[in-house]
């Protein structure tokens, strides 16, 4: 049997992540398609484009499109006022999204530098040993990065970075780093073992900042 063929008009496409929706000509239900429907491409699909395609129904019920094809036309993205106000809208939400993520984090963050701060600074101005003022933020920036490198080897099937090179950083001075990437990277967060051991780290910083402050006081 001649396969049957379908067109319509692209009406929705979501280009980074590579899919979108597409209008029958003959007004049905709108038909899900992705970018690896399309064959012999000459550019990426946007919205206008005209579209010949086979459908299928999938497991779920959704209806989705196959062996598709750019058949022409002109993008003609829908224009009004409603449209002309999303951007700033989902912009908006963003930054309200993002301030309510990282707000709990800073003040966590804060929180848990304030000792070794006052410890290096003071440090500092007693010996003129910038010692900790160097060492905190290079250390915690190189252990962010390997928290990074490690999620990214984690996903892709490689070697990890071992869990003992992610200790010694954090015991020299970059568990402040290691504790920021475990929240934004949702990193390392769930392995209980490996946070008792960072937190023992973290703690005998913190111990070690509170011993010297008071010992200088006294």
Known sequence: MKPVFSKGQI????DNRGFGFIQPNDGSQEVF?????????????QVGDLIQYQLIVEKNGKLSATKASIQ????????????SRKPVKSKTKLVKKLV??????????????????LGSIYLAIKTNNPI??????????ITFALYAEDKSRAK????????????????????????????????????VSYQVVFWLIAT?????????LLKIKM
């Open 11 to 14: 009406i929705r496409w979501i």
């Open 33 to 45: 398609i992705h970018i690896s429907a399309f064959k012999n491409i000459n550019h990426r699909p």
């Open 72 to 83: 022409g036309g002109t993008p003609t993205p829908i224009v009004n006022s409603s449209s």
């Open 100 to 117: 309510k993520k990282f707000s709990p984090l800073a003040f966590k963050t804060l929180l848990l530098s304030l000792m070794p701060i």
């Open 132 to 141: 900790g003022l160097i060492l905190y933020p290079l250390m915690s920036l």
């Open 156 to 191: 892709q099937g490689k070697w990890r970075v071992p869990e003992n090179t992610l200790h010694v950083c954090e015991l020299t001075g970059g568990w402040l780093g290691a504790f920021v990437a475990q929240q934004i990277l949702r990193h390392k967060t769930s392995k």
């Open 204 to 212: 005998v910083h913190l111990v070690f900042w509170l011993y010297w």
